[in-house]
């Protein structure tokens, strides 16, 4: 399996309150996403990056911003967090070439 | 924009019995094509891939794919289901902008 760690895997907070989700990685991969799942969506793009410091944002990016300082972490925060934010929040990594995506073990976020 | 459909949310099939998957997708150019499997409370992992080349391409635990590039499809397949089998499937397409859009994902449920 790849070496991709997500914290925290399960969260319940309330609206209002800043949430931070962290990936780790030991694969010394150029790029790292921000997925999340819900039913009837599949998988939509929050965020990814392309290097350290490098970032853009995906298909769902309002109310979430990222940061990559290092490498090996990618961190998503919820400024202010919603319920339409509760949802599971999948880290993934892709080194360059043709996209082959390895994926962490998800977040569970909920939000009262 | 590219867009992937799989028009099944859910396929149901007899151990034993051949099972297909579809996914069909619009994209300018060339695309690359992926299947994802998902088990409960998991992350996605990789079964297979199309870049080029041979229409049939196979992949991990008996899968395989056929690309039809007039019909827009890339329809998933195993000829004999096993209960194992039962998981999530999602089909991804990822153009030259490097990003994955996948589809919204089937359920494959095979019974004894």
């Known amino acids: 399996d790849a070496g991709i760690t997500q914290s925290p895997r399960h969260k319940v907070t309330e609206t209002g309150t800043p949430v931070t989700l962290r990936c780790h990685q030991t694969e010394n991969h150029r790029y790292m996403y921000w997925y999340r799942q819900d039913p009837g969506h599949g998988l939509r793009l929050i965020h990814y990056?392309?290097?350290?410091?490098?970032?853009d944002k995906g298909e769902v990016s309002d109310g979430y911003s990222v940061s990559r300082s290092k490498t090996e972490d990618f961190l998503l925060t919820l400024e202010s967090a919603t319920s339409s934010q509760t949802s599971v929040y999948f880290c993934a990594i892709s080194d360059v070439g043709t996209g082959e995506l390895f994926f962490g073990e998800g977040s569970r976020l909920t939000v009262l | 924009a590219q867009s992937v459909a799989q028009p099944e949310d859910q396929v149901n099939v007899a151990e034993g019995n051949p099972l297909t998957v579809k996914c069909t997708y619009s994209v300018s150019g060339n695309p690359y094509l992926f299947w994802y499997v998902q088990y409960p409370n998991r992350g996605l992992q990789f079964l297979l891939k199309?870049?080029?080349?041979?229409?049939l391409v196979k992949g991990s635990y008996g899968f395989e794919a056929e690309f039809n590039k007039s019909q827009t499809s890339f329809h998933l397949k195993k000829p004999s289901a096993l209960v194992s089998d039962s998981a999530l499937y999602f089909c991804a397409v990822r153009p030259a902008s490097n990003m994955l859009t996948f589809g919204g994902g089937t359920r494959l449920m095979v019974k004894p």
């Open positions: 990056s392309y290097g350290v410091k490098d970032t």
């Open positions: 199309y870049i080029t080349g041979d229409n």
